[in-house]
């Protein structure tokens, strides 16, 4: 958003309606910029930069729930586009992709939308081609949409690179085409582009069955470690500093105790801790008598702080209660029936294998199916989990095609 003062043009910060995400990752969008409220990874963002200043790939890999998405979305991508990779200047232009489905197809449409000058779909099916055909396919797109000459550099941010091994890949030759381009890029990279890659430790080993993908993975690694504790206590309490808001130090003490790797490390600490900070602070938002108007930086602040208690936080369960009674309110509010569809839409999307969960994104004509239900079935009870003040469930359009697919958060 710009502002004039004084003849000058300033940019005006796109605060977050809330100062803490839930469930789903931390996100930079048109009118919300999220980086503003993203803490405690300095130092992995740092190294993740230095890394890029020598080699044009990067694995990030790290285990489920510790952030690696959150961190290249707005820890990562934001400093490149603030100049800080100073050789690659700051006019980048970034295409995100997770690989779904089609894992190349997907890729051609990120890519696509990168370009102004033709339709997306037609765009993509050119692109779709070359990648295809060649696996040389990300140089010789990439000579397309950043040539050497340019000043132009471009990352591609494949996000969740698990979801190649997983069963919703439509062709696994798309699968094995996509570990191809990714290795042939490794091996001779374009000057003007960069490929990040997100991926969670336990699927290091399915990497090993592919020896040259092995290899580009050994060379580029960076193991994103779990948040020490000083770093899981200003995730607690630096956000809602803005907002006028405060969070007790007895409750961020024991969320810091609740979350801690010292007590051993579980998937689920980190999204949960998010979800019961964003949980809190709607609750308190509304004891202040403040839902109609929440507050915000940029708008007066209310005649006194918020305050997240330690007090509500216990009452509630801690970060499994807390997770709890929301989905119970949640599930409160639909018939039996739709109880039972979203039943299996969660199973459907949450697959277990080998004593672990995978997400296994999923379209919403597929889930309908399975379900046995209707489109406005399925919209009414997808919608009440993936409202904006709940996040359990992500849905994002399918590429190249009509309809939308439906994740976990």
């Avoid at 405690?40 to 200043?53: M, S, V, Y």
């Avoid at 586009?81 to 995100?96: K, P, Q, S």
């Avoid at 990168?114 to 339709?119: P, S």
Wanted: proline share 7%; net charge negative.
């Amino acid at each position: 958003m710009l502002q004039s003062l004084d003849d000058q043009i300033v940019f005006a910060p796109r605060w977050p309606a809330s100062p803490f995400p839930g469930l789903r990752p931390f996100r930079v969008t048109a009118t919300e910029d999220e980086s503003l409220i993203f803490y405690g990874r300095n130092r992995a963002k740092d190294e993740i930069l230095a890394r890029l200043n020598s080699s044009h790939l990067v694995f990030v890999v790290g285990p489920s729930g510790c952030g690696k998405s959150s961190l290249l979305k707005v820890g990562v991508i934001p400093a490149l586009e603030a100049g800080l990779l100073t050789h690659a200047g700051a006019n980048w232009r970034v295409a995100e992709m997770r690989p779904g489905d089609r894992p190349v197809r997907n890729l051609a449409y990120a890519l696509a939308e990168l370009r102004t000058d033709a339709g997306a779909n037609d765009v993509s099916d050119q692109i779709y081609d070359v990648l295809c055909s060649d696996e040389n396919g990300l140089w010789l797109v990439a000579e397309t949409l950043a040539p050497r000459a340019a000043p132009n550099p471009l990352l591609i941010l494949i996000d969740q690179f698990e979801e190649v091994f997983g069963s919703q890949v439509a062709a696994q030759s798309e699968s094995k085409s996509l570990l191809e381009l990714i290795v042939a890029f490794w091996t001779k990279a374009h000057p003007n582009l960069f490929l990040v890659v997100t991926m969670r430790t336990d699927f290091l080993e399915q990497c090993a069955n592919f020896p040259k993908l092995a290899d580009a993975i050994n060379a580029t690694l960076f193991m994103t470690p779990v948040l020490r504790d000083s770093e899981i206590k200003s995730v607690i309490s630096m956000p809602p500093e803005p907002y006028h808001g405060v969070v007790e130090e007895k409750l961020a003490e024991a969320m810091v105790k609740d979350t801690s790797s010292e007590i051993g490390y579980s998937p689920d600490h980190l999204p949960l801790m998010q979800h019961a900070l964003s949980w809190l602070w709607n609750n308190a938002v509304s004891a202040a008598g403040l839902s109609k108007s929440p507050p915000r930086p940029d708008s007066t602040a209310p005649s006194q702080a918020v305050m997240l208690t330690h007090d509500r936080y216990v009452t509630h369960g801690g970060l499994k209660g807390i997770l709890n009674k929301h989905a119970d309110e949640l599930l409160a509010g639909l018939s039996d029936r739709e109880q039972r569809i979203a039943q299996v839409v969660f199973t459907r999307l949450s697959e277990r294998d080998e004593n672990r969960y995978r997400r296994s994104p999923t379209s919403a004509s597929a889930l309908a199916t399975l379900a046995d239900c209707g489109a406005a079935e399925l919209e009414r009870v997808v919608s009440v989990f993936s409202d904006p003040s709940v996040s359990f469930l992500d849905r994002r359009p399918l590429a190249n095609e009509a309809g939308e697919l439906i994740d976990v958060s």
